[in-house]
């Protein structure tokens, strides 16, 4: 037996884009204990609805993240129409869901592109990217935007896309579909990522129930859960909608499950593109939640499930308001994804997480 040694691990490190601090406990190159530090960014957040009312909030909202920025503001709207009861127009439901989607799509292919830069596969990555620059062209030709898009308000969505942005975005999808099953191939098949990733942070699906995982996560362990098959809002439309799950519970099993993802949410784009209503895109919200009022949502984000809840107080700023991120959530199953493995794995293993 060799001596333990305490290896600390960010907030500061290449492949750590998270301010996570993780002490690892190392004998012989082997992580025996991964113990994360627990803290939180401050940003405000609750001390800014004092201040900003539930319309203007959604823009802090969307500004927790930038990848998971409109799930964010979709969040964080649904929890306060619920709080006030707004019933919100199909045609914006059906948009919420396309951007959503195209939201994961690029999401996952950021991740895809990170996770093969930590092999050290720098075509694979700049491949990955590339892919992922034609979602932001979407995002930028129908929001404005490329990272914060401020398109989703209470009531609604504030811009509406026509059917000739929607034929473009169809066939800019397809492109990305034909060039991505290359990029997948490479991830799924390749022997040099095989080596890295099969067998390496193993979570059992009990272990994975146990620790409450949820995401990509906790469905690469065969935990079948997504938000999305709830049926809320928009996808309450879907024709047949069932995760992606796998049983292996590893590094390529977490891979896996996020390479299809993309291909299933290039699906239920161009199936909620094909069945959208006409109609409004938005209602006018008048009014304070009532004082007392609660309510709580939950949205699947890329990473997974993530928690919203809202108090109103009589008056138009909302009295708390309080989230709860898919990354705080799998924390738990990352350091028992961590126990036992190499410490030239610890890299791959918190990428495959995707912490945020």
Known sequence: MGKATVIPF????????????LDLVVEDEHVIEAIPQIGFVHRGLEKLVETRDIHQFIYVAERICGICSFGHSLGYAETVESLMGVEVPRRAQYLRVILHELSRVHSHLLWLGLAA??????????????????????????TGGRVIFSVVKVGGVVRDIDAVQFAEIKRVLEGIKDDYRQIMNAFLKDSSVKNRTVGVGYVSHEDALALSMVGPFARASSVNYDVRMLGRGGYAELADFRPILDDQGDCYARCKVRALEVLQSIDIIEEMISKIPEGDISVAVKGSPVAGSEASNVVEQPRGECYYYARGNGTKNLERMR????????????????????????????????PC
């Open 10 to 21: 960010g907030p500061q490190h290449p492949v750590l884009p998270e301010p996570l601090h």
């Open 117 to 142: 830069d930590a092999f050290g596969f720098e075509s694979l990555f700049m491949h990955c990217w590339r892919l992922r620059e034609r979602v932001l062209d979407i995002f930028e030709k129908t």
């Open 323 to 354: 989230m709860r991120t898919p990354t705080s959530q799998n924390l738990a199953g990352m350091t028992a994804a961590l126990k036992g493995c190499d410490l030239a794995d610890v890299n791959n293993i918190i990428l495959t997480i995707d």
